[in-house]
């Protein structure tokens, strides 16, 4: 204690502290002026009994699609099927990580020289230069032209977001449409990117494939240079896809009405297994000189749902076009999310850039493919066995990840409750969520489902 102050001397100034304190406060009106207390802001922990300032905030529904993992994980049924989220299995209903992946994951860690510094603010240069080649292609005079900005966004989400804003900001035509159905988030992420969002036709429920016809009139009556979003491959949630011809038709009247396509690539190579077959839509666009946006995801094609690998690549007329959109869309991750995360992008182009490693990601991606297109054909065989009513043919037909079965919200729920069978309202089933044991279930359930009203 410094020489000059004593016990008393304290004691007085922090009476005087005290006493200042406290009528600054009855000057603000929070003092009481008979009993001289305090009142304790509601934000604080000893508020007093005074409610939380929170308390008119309602309770949000479920997302309708995570929503139903939520239902599954609290039955307790040794019989219930999860056929909601779109994540990959393994025919012993096992989630799975691809062996490229941990032998990549493994080189990345014994690499002494990695360190944990930020990425720049448009990721990794490496991913992004793989990933436009490989929705591209190798080839594409968009890349060797230098027409092509990509940017590493968070997964596929992340890309279509990212996107929407920057159209927002920069490009004269800001309603997006989205065919009907598409995935239930396109539509909440799209308007709070700030477009305007409307439908075009797609699915016909009577033959549960594409209404092409539909298709063609409503794209040839959106305003010229509508932006309209296209899914690559693997329509989600239909299972649904134009045929090589009926694109190359899609295609020829966009661009005669000046639209702007924004593709949506979920499932490059998990569709038919095939990494180019799968990418022929959006390299049809680009063939023709013409701009376009893509959204890549590699959550399921490598697996990588949790680490949100994802990429947006824009397209454009002009080098120097490119270089000032990628400008601009710097500012739009800035404030957003900063920079992106290293770990997945460094998996991805460490197995993109290895030859070896690249064809033994190609070889465990067609076996991923192949199981879900068995597994099509087992349900198909299943339910024609049982003499299920109906022309259930569709399930073969569609492609990808999801079928679109045609059964009603009545029947799902009736599936639900009576075989714990669990699946999004709209009839959607995640074929990669089934293996050989489990189709004679589902097959029952919905022979079940479909004849007990007959």
């Not at 600054?24 to 009142?39: I, N, Q, R």
């Amino acid at each position: 204690m410094h020489p000059d102050l004593t016990t008393s001397s304290l004691n007085s100034s922090t009476d005087r502290r005290f006493r200042v304190l406290a009528n600054h406060f009855a000057e603000g009106s929070l003092m009481d002026s008979t009993t001289a207390t305090v009142y304790a802001s509601p934000t604080a922990a000893s508020a007093g009994g005074v409610g939380s300032v929170f308390s008119n905030v309602v309770q949000a529904p479920e997302d309708p699609i995570l929503g139903v993992t939520v239902a599954y994980n609290k039955d307790t049924s040794p019989l219930k099927l999860n056929l909601g989220v779109g994540a990959y299995r393994t025919e012993e209903g096992k989630p799975l990580v691809l062996n490229v992946v941990r032998k990549a994951e493994q080189h990345l860690v014994n690499d002494s020289s990695r360190v944990k510094e930020y990425l720049p603010i448009v990721g990794l240069a490496d991913f992004n230069k793989l990933s436009a080649k490989l929705i591209l292609g190798d080839d594409s005079p968009a890349i060797r032209e230098n027409r092509v900005t990509t940017v590493q966004c968070l997964s596929g989400t992340g890309s279509l977001r990212v996107g929407g804003e920057f159209l927002a900001r920069h490009y004269h035509e800001r309603t997006i449409y989205l065919p009907k159905p598409t995935w239930g988030n396109h539509i909440k992420v799209f308007n709070l990117a700030g477009l305007t969002v409307k439908n075009y036709s797609y699915y016909d429920p009577s033959t549960r494939g594409l209404n092409f016809q539909g298709l063609l009139e409503d794209l040839g009556s959106a305003p010229p240079g509508a932006i309209i979003l296209l899914h690559a491959c693997a329509h989600n949630p239909t299972g649904v896809d134009p045929t090589p011809q009926q694109w190359e038709q899609i295609r020829h009247l966009m661009r005669s009405r000046s639209l702007l396509p924004f593709f949506d690539s979920a499932y490059q190579g998990f569709a038919s297994g095939s990494l180019d077959q799968d990418a022929q839509p959006v390299r049809m666009f680009v063939a023709d000189g013409g701009e376009c946006l893509i959204a890549q995801s590699y959550a399921k094609n490598m697996g990588l749902y949790g680490e949100r690998v994802g990429a947006l690549s824009i397209v454009c007329k002009a080098s120097d076009v490119a270089s000032r959109v990628e400008s601009q869309l710097k500012l739009v991750i800035r404030p957003m999310y900063s920079n992106p995360p290293i770990h997945g992008a460094s998996i991805v182009a460490t197995i993109l850039k290895d030859s070896n490693l690249y064809q033994e990601w190609t070889v465990e991606l067609k076996a991923m493919a192949d199981r879900i297109i068995t597994m099509r054909q087992k349900l198909f065989d299943a339910l024609r066995e049982k003499g299920t009513p109906g022309d259930w043919s569709h399930i073969i037909k569609q492609i990808g990840m999801f079928t679109f079965t045609g059964l009603n919200s009545e029947q799902v729920a009736f599936m639900t409750k009576e075989y714990h069978i669990y699946m999004t309202s709209d009839g959607r089933i995640s074929m990669a969520g089934l293996s050989s044991r489990t189709v004679p279930h589902l097959a029952d359930a919905i022979h079940s489902a479909v004849t007990r009203a007959a």
